[in-house]
């Protein structure tokens, strides 16, 4: 049980575009979901907090504007680059937190590899 | 603040050797959970262990053993016997209130055979 689908896991886009990752809680309901962002060789960053039905808390130096989160079920959240740059090329983890069977679960989903180019 | 520390950055053992990584802690809350997770080049991560800060008590779990110490603020990782399959990035994480997680650097494991 407790398992988070993250999709796609890997992705490759142009300059300029936007890129949509989703992240879903198959088998409890995520009332609270987190975005990490990890660059080659490097610790996991937390970049943003999400409850559903609620904007997201971006954790200082990320840009809510480059990186919308939206949480609108307790089983999905998303989060789109919007306009990526190379820069914006990193491994982008999410965790879901909720309860399931009336026990507390956090799982961590597998990961979504962006490159830009 | 919070922080986690893993001072070693990368380590090289020949398998069957025992190693052990190293995690130190900082954070004022009295309540707080300590985690290992191993993140294999397929970018997962695996979770290994969770620890509450009420409960020191080491565990051992087949090859692998935690030393729990509150006075050095300290949540070491054991390996015994290494082998190949256990080369990875290992991470340390300390987790507070509303869940957020505060990961180290990680320490990347390499076991020649």
């Known amino acids: 049980g407790a398992v988070v689908s993250q999709h796609p896991s890997r992705v490759i886009c142009k300059s300029g575009t936007s890129v949509k990752i989703e992240c879903r809680s198959l088998?409890?309901?995520?009332?609270?979901m987190f975005w990490y962002r990890q660059f080659p060789k490097q610790s996991l960053m937390l970049m943003a907090t999400?409850?559903?039905?609620?904007?997201?808390?971006?954790e200082q130096g990320v840009e809510k504007d480059k990186f919308l989160i939206n949480h609108a079920s307790l089983t999905l959240s998303t989060l789109t680059v919007t306009s990526a740059h190379p820069e914006d090329s990193s491994f982008y983890i999410c965790?879901?937190?909720?309860?399931?069977?009336?026990?507390?679960?956090?799982?961590f989903g597998a990961g979504s590899r962006l490159t830009v180019l | 603040a919070q922080k986690v520390t893993q001072a070693q950055t990368e380590i090289s053992v020949v398998e069957k050797e025992d190693v052990t990584l190293d995690c130190v802690y900082e954070?004022?809350?009295?309540?707080?959970?300590l985690f290992w997770y191993k993140q294999p080049p397929s970018g997962e991560l695996v979770f290994l262990i969770r620890?509450?800060?009420?409960?020191?008590q080491n565990e051992i779990s087949g090859r692998y053993s935690w030393n729990f110490q509150k006075s050095t603020s300290s949540f070491n990782f054991t390996i015994t016997a290494s082998q190949v399959v256990d080369s990875a990035v290992y991470f340390c994480a300390l987790r507070v209130n509303f869940n957020k997680f505060y990961f180290g650097s990680g320490t990347k494991l390499n076991v020649k055979p």
């Open positions: 965790s879901a937190s909720g309860t399931t069977s009336g026990a507390n679960v956090l799982t």
């Open positions: 999400s409850n559903e039905g609620s904007k997201a808390t971006y």
């Open positions: 088998d409890f309901q995520a009332t609270t």
């Open positions: 954070t004022r809350d009295t309540t707080y959970y």
């Open positions: 620890r509450n800060s009420f409960d020191e």
